[in-house]
C-alpha cells in the first residue's frame, strides 16, 4: 500500500499508472446563481472545494462563457441554467462576421480572472482544469439549434471552416492564458458532438478533428489535460489518439465502453469517470451510493483511474450523497 500522498502526488501517480493511496476523486457542478462575475465565480468554487476537498478541481465556468463575446444573447435566471434569447448566425453568410477574440475583455476576461483568483486561493494545494469546448462545440451554440448549425456544416462548409477558424484561434489565446494564470491544464469538452447520434465517425473526422488537434497541439506541455467525450453512443475510440493525460465519459451508459473496457482502450494513460451523474441525485440511498464506489474501487484497483462523474451533476445532489462517495473512495 502506497503511503498517504498529497492530492498533487495522487494524481500525478495515477496519470503515470502508478500505485496510489487510493483513487484520486472529484465530482464537478454549476453555480448558475454565481457566475455571472468573476468573484462569484471563484468563491463559489473555492467553497466547494474546501466543502469537499477534491484530489482535483474541474473548474465548471459561467454556462455560455465561450459565446457570449461572439453576441449569443443570454439570460441568467438565478440557481437555473440561463436561457438563450438569441443567437448571432441565422444565415450561412453569419458565419464570415465572427472575429478573433481578446481574451483579455469581456466575458473571456472574467473566466480568465477567476482562473487568477482560484489559483490564488488554491496556492499550489490542488490541480485545478479550466473547462474548453471544441471549436465544433463553441460553433454549435452560435446558431438557434443543432439541426441548422449541422445544416450550414454540410451545405456551406467554406464559411462555418472560417468561423471555426477564428474560433480556434481564439481559444488556442484563451487557453494560454488560462495556463499562465495558473491552470494546470484543460478540461476539453466534444458537449453533443462527438457521438453517433449527431454525426458519422467519418464526419467529426472532417469537421471536427481538425480543429480539435490544432487547438491542443498549440498548447504548452500542461500537467493535466482531459478530454471529455459527453453523451450516449460516443466516439471514445475514434479520439484515443488525441495529445491528453486522460480521458473522461459516461461509463455507466450501456452505449458507451465501460470504465475497465476505456482503460484497456486507453493504453498507459488514464481514465476518469464510474459514477453515474443520475444515479446519485435525489432519491438514491447514501448506502447504495457508498456500495457502488465500493465495488469500482474493487474491480478497477489502485492503478491508471480517477472516479469522478460522467458529467456534470446536478446542483440539487444531495450533500449525503456526495459524502458517501468520497468515503467509499477513502477521501474522508
Not at 1 to 26: I, T
Not at 32 to 43: I, K, P, Q, S, V
Not at 230 to 258: E, G, I
Request: contains cysteine; hydrophobic residues 40%.
Amino acid at each position: 500500500m502506497a503511503e498517504q500522498m498529497s492530492h498533487h502526488e495522487r494524481v500525478s501517480a495515477a496519470l503515470r499508472g502508478d500505485d496510489v493511496d487510493r483513487p484520486p476523486v472529484s465530482m464537478w457542478r454549476h453555480f448558475f446563481a454565481d457566475e455571472t462575475t468573476a468573484e462569484g465565480l471563484a468563491e463559489a468554487m473555492l467553497g466547494f472545494q474546501r466543502r469537499y476537498d477534491w484530489d482535483f478541481m474541474k473548474l465548471n465556468p459561467r454556462a455560455s462563457y465561450h459565446v457570449e463575446d461572439w453576441g449569443l444573447q443570454v439570460g441568467y435566471r438565478g440557481n437555473s441554467a440561463p436561457q438563450i434569447l438569441g443567437w448571432p448566425v441565422r444565415e450561412p453568410e453569419d458565419w464570415l462576421k465572427l472575429e478573433v477574440l481578446d481574451p483579455e475583455h469581456g466575458v473571456l476576461g472574467e473566466q480568465l480572472r477567476a482562473v487568477e483568483a482560484i489559483s490564488r486561493g488554491l496556492d499550489g494545494q490542488v490541480p485545478f482544469l479550466m473547462t474548453v469546448f471544441t471549436p465544433l462545440s463553441i460553433a454549435s451554440r452560435l446558431a438557434p439549434s443543432d439541426d441548422v448549425f449541422m445544416e450550414h456544416v454540410i451545405g456551406h462548409w467554406d464559411e462555418v471552416r472560417q468561423a471555426l477558424d477564428v474560433i480556434t484561434e481564439t481559444f488556442v489565446r484563451f487557453s494560454k492564458a488560462c495556463l499562465d494564470r495558473g491552470a494546470s491544464g484543460l478540461f476539453y469538452a466534444t458537449t453533443s458532438w462527438a457521438t453517433t447520434d449527431r454525426m458519422t465517425p467519418e464526419q467529426y473526422a472532417r469537421y471536427a478533428r481538425p480543429h480539435d488537434l490544432r487547438l491542443l497541439e498549440s498548447l504548452p506541455e500542461t500537467e493535466f489535460t482531459m478530454l471529455h467525450v459527453c453523451k450516449d453512443n460516443n466516439m471514445l475510440q475514434h479520439l484515443l489518439d488525441y495529445p491528453v493525460h486522460a480521458f473522461n465519459w459516461d461509463a455507466r451508459s450501456r452505449t458507451n465502453p465501460s470504465l475497465a473496457e476505456g482503460r484497456a482502450m486507453a493504453g498507459t494513460r488514464a481514465v476518469v469517470g464510474g459514477l453515474e451523474t443520475g444515479g446519485v441525485a435525489v432519491g438514491t440511498d447514501p448506502d447504495a451510493v457508498a456500495a457502488e464506489v465500493s465495488g469500482m474501487r474493487l474491480a478497477m484497483g489502485r492503478r491508471g483511474w480517477m472516479l469522478g462523474t460522467g458529467c456534470t451533476f446536478a446542483p440539487d445532489m444531495p450533500e449525503a450523497n456526495i459524502e458517501a462517495v468520497q468515503r467509499a473512495a477513502g477521501a474522508t
